[in-house]
């Protein structure tokens, strides 16, 4: 047992910062009553956390570098555990939304230190064992989000949903201390702090801007001003990569069709598997009436199948060419998600349930793959970027996709409420997208406002679903990875490269 305790803090440490990715979701009702939060803030209750935790990630690997993982990892998590606590005592949206972000600032530091700390702690065939459990709980864990979400907010309060973070917390710096040895630091190794802050610009602008444009329309010049900055911020970070002596990520691996596509199949995961999910339970709780727990467990069949998947592909599939396991995956997460758009004013949760079923099993194939694939993507040299690059952009694509198919629902919603007459269309909508539903039954009929909601999820999961089956193409046709890693690579535990033909 005293072999496996690094491992067991490492995977607490992740299980936590990756489920509160998703766990607010069934909490969002509740917290839109609690504090007066509107779609907008609740909108960047989720988005905040994951973007900071996108725009901070290869910083703090490359901070790691400097300080040590262990010093790191340790650090990120009692801010982690702070910031959890400023989250259970926001006395509203504001409060809320800024610890929010300090929490993906911890996250951040802890995400990017978990597999060197692996690597560090084990070899062979342990080494390869504690990866796999790594990768099963990073892939369970945003997926069983909703459900422990529904169960803390209705048996306790929405706030636990930040409070159980501190003794998880207090046990991951417990046994890090005790169970890891203090790491070696990278002499000569400099942060690239420009990189990092132009990189946090264009993410922040760019998710900032789909918001925006959700309230105030996509041609507003407002809409178009944040754009242009994200535009040149992007710009900048080019500029700046090209010039660092450190850079955060080697230009010239984009290059590279392999690595472009495990980079768009990051972005398409996150967005497609989970972007629609907070809509969907907002529906089932203000609309439907379903309680926390109800809402969570009407969401179940996503956690469940998932997390079937992940343990079944781990050791069916584990000689599986990647872009097939990935593509494959994502193929599943865009049908299964397609599958969802099948509602009506007089549905219940029990249509969603296939769907969500398909795309968990899409879930369970590509989560523990996709870092496998990034690192097959790119000489060997560059695998510790090409990890911590799809990270980034797994959480990127789960902001992005928050915001955007927020944008669709509501846009759709808008649209159906103005054919039934409803005054105020548009702000209507952002009210009843935001948990608003029992406000508005009192000027407008139960029928609009289901109609309504089913057609904006409706909307926004078609376009989801055509993300999903785009990215999985992409894999399958510009993947190329050998179908099972070389025997010397499996004792040596490093990546494949991969030839492009």
């Known amino acids: 047992m005293r072999k496996w305790r690094p491992l067991i803090a490492v995977c607490l440490g992740t299980f936590m910062l990756l489920l509160d990715v998703t766990v607010v979701i069934v909490a969002l009702p509740d917290m839109a009553s609690g504090l007066a939060a509107s779609l907008t803030e609740l909108q960047w209750v989720i988005d905040i956390y994951a973007l900071v935790l996108a725009a901070l990630l290869l910083g703090a690997g490359a901070a790691a570098d400097v300080v040590g993982p262990r010093r790191m990892y340790v650090a990120g998590t009692a801010l982690f555990a702070l910031a959890s606590l400023g989250c259970g005592l926001a006395s509203g949206p504001g409060s809320l939304i800024a610890m929010r972000g300090v929490q993906g600032l911890g996250a951040a530091a802890m995400f990017a230190t978990t ?16 990866l796999g459990i790594w990768g099963a709980v990073s892939g369970a864990a945003a997926a069983l989000g909703p459900v422990l979400g529904g169960v803390l907010t209705q048996s306790l309060e929405w706030r636990w949903i930040f409070f159980i973070n501190l003794p998880v917390s207090v046990a991951a710096v417990w046994l890090t201390l005790r169970a890891i040895a203090p790491s070696k630091r990278a002499g000569g190794r400099r942060v690239d702090w420009a990189g990092t802050a132009a990189f946090a610009l264009f993410a922040g602008a760019a998710t900032y801007g789909v918001v925006r444009a959700g309230s105030e329309g996509w041609a507003s010049s407002r809409t178009g001003l944040t754009f242009s900055v994200a535009a040149l911020a992007l710009a900048a970070f080019v500029v700046i990569e090209r010039r660092a002596a450190h850079p955060l990520i080697d230009l010239s691996l984009f290059r590279r069709p392999s690595f472009v ?52 592909s781990g050791r069916l599939l584990h ?98 409420l103005e054919r039934a007459g409803v005054d105020g269309a548009t702000e209507a909508a952002h009210t009843l997208a935001g948990g608003g539903a029992g406000v508005l039954r009192h000027t407008t009929a139960e029928e609009a406002l289901r109609a309504a909601f089913a057609s904006g999820l409706n909307t926004a999961a078609v376009v989801a679903g055509v993300v999903g089956l785009l990215a999985g193409v992409a894999v399958l046709v510009w993947v190329r990875a050998s179908a099972a890693p070389p025997a010397e690579q499996v004792r040596t535990n490093r990546p494949v490269a991969v030839e492009r033909r």
């Open 115 to 130: 597999l060197s700390l692996l690597a560090a702690a084990y070899e062979g065939r342990d080494r390869s064992f504690a």
């Open 319 to 416: 000689d599986a060419p990647h872009r097939l396991v990935i593509g494959g995956g994502l193929l599943l997460i865009g049908a299964g998600t397609l599958g969802q758009a099948v509602l009506d004013a007089d549905s219940g949760w029990a249509p969603l349930t296939a769907g969500l079923a398909v795309a968990g099993i899409g879930v369970g194939l590509v989560s523990p793959g996709l870092a496998g694939a990034a690192l097959a993507s790119v000489p060997p040299r560059n695998a510790g970027m090409a990890g911590g690059s799809v990270n980034t952009f797994r959480q990127l694509g789960y902001a992005l996709g928050v915001a955007v198919f927020g944008t669709v629902a509501t846009a759709r919603m808008s649209h159906s």
């Open 261 to 312: 596509a495990v980079m768009a199949a990051g972005v398409a995961y996150n967005a497609a598997a989970f972007g629609v999910l907070p809509y969907t339970s907002i529906w089932l709780q203000t609309v439907l009436g379903m309680s926390p727990v109800g809402a969570g467990l009407a969401l179940l069949p996503l956690a469940a199948t998932a997390f079937v998947a992940a343990a079944v």
